[in-house]
T-cell receptor
Framework: GAVVSQHPSRVICKSGTSVKIECRSL??????MFWYRQFPKQSLMLMAT?????????EQGVEKDKFLINHASLTLSTLTVTSAHPEDSSFYIC????????????FGEGSRLTVL | GQNIDQPTEMTATEGAIVQINCTYQ??????LFWYQQHAGEAPTFLSY??LDGLEEKGRFSSFLSRSKGYSYLLLKELQMKDSASYLC??????????WGAGTKLIIKP
């Protein structure tokens, strides 16, 4: 099946710094990628939909200035957590679909962010 | 509003059969998905139903009734490695995935 790679898998940073997480589709072109946040023992929370060549669509309540998403090519989307705070500590997961209506998502391995 | 309901936690015995139910109310329907997620890992795709009926794939089967807004995931011959969370997700009319909170399945020897 399709492969999505996410990097880094774990990152620890100091409060106030910025962290960038990359999501790559390795063997297919992904016009749309999704970024999720997951708190312990809870389901995935969609943060934003990343569209290649255009601005991301953010879900209600997600600060677009804090969570910067860039979808520079058909195989790469990045999430930058700016001025990170301890409450931003979470598991961030990206996913990509091979088509708009296929629905099957391929997930990256996830990135666990810890802000000290 | 849109809503996906599934039990929070279930316990089953190794070698047995377990059924995880999911009911949904969404604006439109373009398919229902089941994903498996082990603790600390990303979800992996299990099944996709868009028509009524049962889809069988090895030890796992998924059933859908669109008129009832209902699906279940059936796991047979349970193994310890099946201990995980099982997420039900529905694709609505805008092709957005609406996620359930997940069912944590605990397998006991």
């Amino acid at each position: 099946g399709a492969v999505v790679s996410q990097h880094p898998s774990r990152v620890i940073c100091k409060s106030g710094t910025s962290v960038k997480i990359e999501c790559r589709s390795l063997d297919f072109q992904a016009t749309t990628m999704f970024w999720y946040r997951q708190f312990p023992k809870q389901s995935l929370m969609l943060m934003a939909t990343s569209n290649e060549g255009s601005k991301a669509t953010y879900e209600q309540g997600v600060e677009k200035d804090k969570f910067l998403i860039n979808h520079a090519s058909l195989t790469l989307s990045t999430l930058t957590v700016t001025s990170a705070h301890p409450e931003d500590s979470s598991f961030y997961i990206c996913s990509a679909s091979t088509g708009r209506d296929t629905g099957e998502l391929f997930f990256g391995e996830g990135s666990r962010l810890t802000v000290l | 509003g849109q809503n996906i309901d599934q039990p929070t936690e279930m316990t089953a015995t190794e070698g047995a059969i377990v059924q995880i139910n999911c009911t949904y109310q969404t604006s439109g329907f373009n398919g229902l998905f089941w994903y498996q997620q082990h603790a600390g890992e990303a979800p992996t795709f299990l099944s996709y139903n868009v028509l009524d009926g049962l889809e069988e794939k090895g030890r796992f089967s998924s059933f859908l009734s669109r008129s009832k807004g209902y699906s279940y995931l059936l796991l047979k011959e349970l193994q310890m490695k099946d201990s995980a969370s099982y997420l039900c997700a529905v694709m609505d009319s805008n092709y957005q995935l609406i996620w359930g909170a997940g069912t944590k399945l605990i397998i006991k020897p």
